[in-house]
């Protein structure tokens, strides 16, 4: 193969940086979740390089398991987002203090 | 060394991963994270897994990108466009991921992983079929399970209580 394994690893630490970012300084919850599925996208495609190169098709199975359970956690997220927003108006995080102490 | 496809697909996938989280509108900012999870997609057919690529494409393009863009139309209009965030807090998110990725990169390059490299030919996808309903059938299921909870809970969640005593309770 032309590409080699280490491109496809440094492009998922740039991706998880980017994420990692948008999860420390964004303070709009829809934003953090795209954060959140830029870093689970980066998890999987580390996974499925490995999976290439150790020819093996854990890998592959992984990252397919991984998808689906980040599906099910948009779900939930987006349905949090839209319960924050009824009772706040609002999809700033820090607004959200009913739980704070 | 790297090809043309490569480099196209990650400077797609960089530049609007930075745009999702950077456009001041939530509308455009999803419609460029589809094209974050559309380069995935295409790094996967890259590292010859079509299969995860189309899931890739099905799940993530197909729905979860719907599914923020609904969201987002939901919420109301000036908080699309406003953006929520800390002046001072964005050098230090900045510092944050610069440090991140040039330590995870030296790591990653002193690692020795420059001498992996393969010649053998790609998994075929019916070998992850086969893995599935063998190895892995209890987790199989239990994906099952956890995925038609999420929903599930999903549901109950946004669920809308209307009218009890003639009073709305949200």
Same mark, same amino acid.
């Given at each position: $193969?032309?590409n080699?394994?280490?491109d496809f690893?440094?492009?998922?630490?740039?991706?998880?940086?980017?994420?990692?970012?948008?999860l420390?300084?964004k303070?709009?919850?829809?934003r953090?979740?795209?954060?959140i599925?830029?870093?689970?996208n980066?998890?999987?495609?580390? $996974?499925?390089?490995?999976?290439?190169f150790?020819?093996?098709?854990?890998?592959q199975?992984?990252?397919?398991?991984s998808?689906?359970?980040?599906?099910?956690e948009?779900?939930?997220?987006?349905?949090?987002?839209?319960?924050?927003?009824? $009772?706040?108006?609002?999809v700033d995080?820090?607004?959200?203090?009913?739980?704070?102490? | 060394?790297?090809?043309?496809?490569?480099?196209?697909?990650?400077?797609?996938?960089?530049?609007?991963?930075?745009?999702?989280?950077?456009?001041?509108?939530?509308?455009?900012?999803?419609?460029?994270?589809? =094209?974050?999870?559309?380069?995935?997609?295409?790094?996967f057919l890259l590292?010859?897994?079509?299969?995860v690529?189309?899931? %890739?494409?099905a799940?993530?393009?197909?729905?979860?990108?719907?599914?923020?863009?609904?969201?987002?139309?939901?919420?109301?209009?000036?908080?699309?466009?406003?953006?929520?965030?800390?002046?001072?807090?964005?050098?230090? =998110?900045i510092?944050?991921?610069?440090?991140?990725?040039?330590?995870?990169?030296?790591?990653?390059?002193?690692?020795?992983?420059? %001498?992996?490299?393969?010649d053998?030919?790609?998994?075929?996808?019916?070998?992850i =079929?086969?893995?599935?309903?063998?190895?892995?059938w209890?987790?199989?299921?239990l994906?099952?399970?956890?995925?038609? =909870?999420?929903?599930?809970?999903a549901?109950?969640?946004?669920?809308?209580?209307?009218?009890?005593?003639g009073?709305?309770? %949200?």
């Amino acid at each position: $193969m032309v590409n080699e394994l280490s491109d496809f690893v440094l492009v998922s630490i740039a991706l998880l940086g980017i994420g990692i970012y948008g999860l420390a300084v964004k303070r709009n919850f829809i934003r953090m979740l795209f954060a959140i599925e830029i870093i689970i996208n980066a998890a999987n495609l580390n $996974m499925v390089a490995f999976g290439r190169f150790l020819p093996d098709s854990g890998g592959q199975t992984l990252a397919l398991f991984s998808i689906a359970i980040a599906a099910a956690e948009v779900a939930v997220g987006l349905s949090l987002i839209i319960v924050a927003y009824r $009772m706040y108006h609002n999809v700033d995080v820090a607004d959200f203090r009913s739980l704070k102490g | 060394m790297v090809d043309a496809a490569f480099l196209g697909l990650s400077v797609l996938t960089i530049v609007s991963a930075i745009a999702a989280l950077e456009l001041r509108s939530l509308v455009y900012g999803s419609i460029a994270l589809m =094209g974050t999870l559309g380069g995935i997609a295409g790094f996967f057919l890259l590292l010859d897994s079509p299969f995860v690529a189309m899931f %890739q494409l099905a799940v993530y393009v197909g729905s979860i990108a719907v599914l923020i863009l609904f969201t987002v139309m939901l919420v109301k209009r000036e908080l699309i466009f406003k953006k929520i965030e800390d002046k001072r807090r964005k050098f230090v =998110g900045i510092a944050l991921m610069l440090v991140l990725i040039v330590a995870l990169s030296a790591v990653i390059l002193d690692s020795g992983i420059k %001498q992996i490299t393969t010649d053998e030919p790609a998994v075929d996808f019916r070998e992850i =079929g086969v893995d599935f309903l063998t190895y892995y059938w209890p987790a199989l299921i239990l994906m099952a399970l956890i995925l038609s =909870g999420a929903v599930t809970g999903a549901l109950v969640l946004a669920r809308r209580v209307d009218e009890e005593n003639g009073q709305r309770t %949200q």
